[in-house]
């Protein structure tokens, strides 16, 4: 599928490009991989100083109704540099918002989210709900103008550096309802989880936590109906191939450093995963078209995300399949080794977008 950015969208790119450079100094090379905090969180204010943030939100929102294809731009550029994911916040939680939440919602929230000054964390997976959401038992109970919250959320990421759990749960109907939890209210408890990759994930307890109705997205019992729609329009976001070009890029580094280059079958090995790289580029182009068509782009983006987490795979893996016991020490190849498994997890695992793929594009096993 062919795709042309639009000479536009072109200058931006040379904007955030300009604005890296500038920044390199003061920032963390390995910053994408330090989570939404601290240093990170004062990257998104200056995104959201310069608009970036609101790019696709609507104009009466301080936004510019821009297409994907120009959100893309900005964050897979922030992907090459390392230098911070998509913000949750600006994405999927404002989206919803501007969607489905009411007037006073917006105008509370909307502002500090643009600016990236209010930071969300996602709720939803738990420890008997990780991948099928279905499953989620956290509970709220009616309590006089809100609710009461109670449960246990897990491998929550960024919770610890967030104001908000945009949280999924069981509301008395039965159904799944959104809630937007404070996470300093009286009741909340998170526990850091530490991962292989040396960061941290988080395990939330809720007891008995107090959420006013007013922070209820939507009606009760409509959060699936929700979820899709925010993931609809965030899917070209869930594989960015900067961040497997850059991967790639060290890897030829490394592979000149360490004099890989005089034999003939690991240079056709790093050629092999060259194709790989090429292969998710263009599948996240076809991502784009599919949803500035107007299509749903599920089976486009699972493609990108499977393809995107085994290429990272591969790049990580080359330099100790090759037996170089300089991989194993504390060097580029053994940290991208261990943030590939998170990689492969995060963002829907490799085993439920090859389930995507199955339904949406094969047509098997019926549609949800």
Not at 62 to 69: E, M, N, R
Not at 189 to 211: A, C, F, K, M, W
Request: one cysteine or more.
């Amino acid at each position: 599928m062919r795709w042309a950015f639009t000479a536009e969208q072109e200058r931006l790119r040379d904007e955030v490009r300009a604005f890296l450079a500038d920044h390199a100094h003061s920032r963390d090379p390995m910053q994408y991989f330090h989570g939404r905090g601290g240093a990170s969180r004062e990257l998104y204010r200056e995104l959201g100083r310069r608009g970036w943030l609101r790019l696709a939100w609507p104009r009466e929102w301080d936004g510019q109704d821009a297409p994907p294809s120009t959100e893309f731009i900005v964050w897979d550029e922030l992907a090459y540099a390392r230098a911070v994911r998509p913000d949750l916040a600006a994405g999927i939680v404002a989206k919803t918002i501007i969607g489905h939440g009411t007037g006073e919602q917006r105008a509370r929230f909307l502002p500090g989210i643009g600016l990236g000054e209010i930071s969300f964390a996602l709720g939803y997976s738990e420890p008997e709900a990780g991948s099928d959401l279905a499953g989620v038992r956290t509970r709220a109970v009616r309590d006089g103008d809100g609710y009461r919250v109670t449960g246990e959320k897990r491998w929550t990421s960024d919770a610890h550096n967030s104001d908000y759990l945009w949280l999924l749960c069981r509301t008395p109907d039965d159904g799944h309802t959104l809630l937007m939890l404070d996470l300093t209210a009286p009741g909340v408890q998170i526990r850091p989880i530490h991962t292989i990759d040396g960061h941290r994930l988080n395990e939330v307890s809720l007891d008995g936590v107090y959420v006013p109705q007013e922070n209820r997205i939507g009606a009760e019992g409509e959060a699936w109906r929700l979820i899709r729609a925010a993931l609809a329009v965030e899917r070209h976001l869930m594989v960015l191939p900067g961040r497997v070009r850059r991967d790639y890029e060290d890897l030829l580094r490394w592979s000149v450093e360490r004099g890989w280059s005089a034999d003939a079958r690991i240079r056709a090995d790093i050629a092999d995963v060259a194709l790989g790289v090429a292969e998710v580029e263009a599948a996240a182009m076809s991502t784009l078209a599919a949803l500035e068509a107007g299509q749903d782009g599920a089976a486009q983006a699972a493609r990108a995300k499977l393809l995107g987490s085994r290429t990272l795979q591969r790049i990580a893996r080359l330099p100790f399949d090759v037996g170089d016991a300089g991989a194993a020490g504390t060097g580029t190849p053994s940290f991208l080794w261990h943030e590939t498994f998170m990689e492969t997890i995060a963002g829907g695992t490799s085993e439920i977008m090859l389930g995507v793929l199955a339904r949406e594009a094969l047509g098997l096993g019926g549609r949800r």
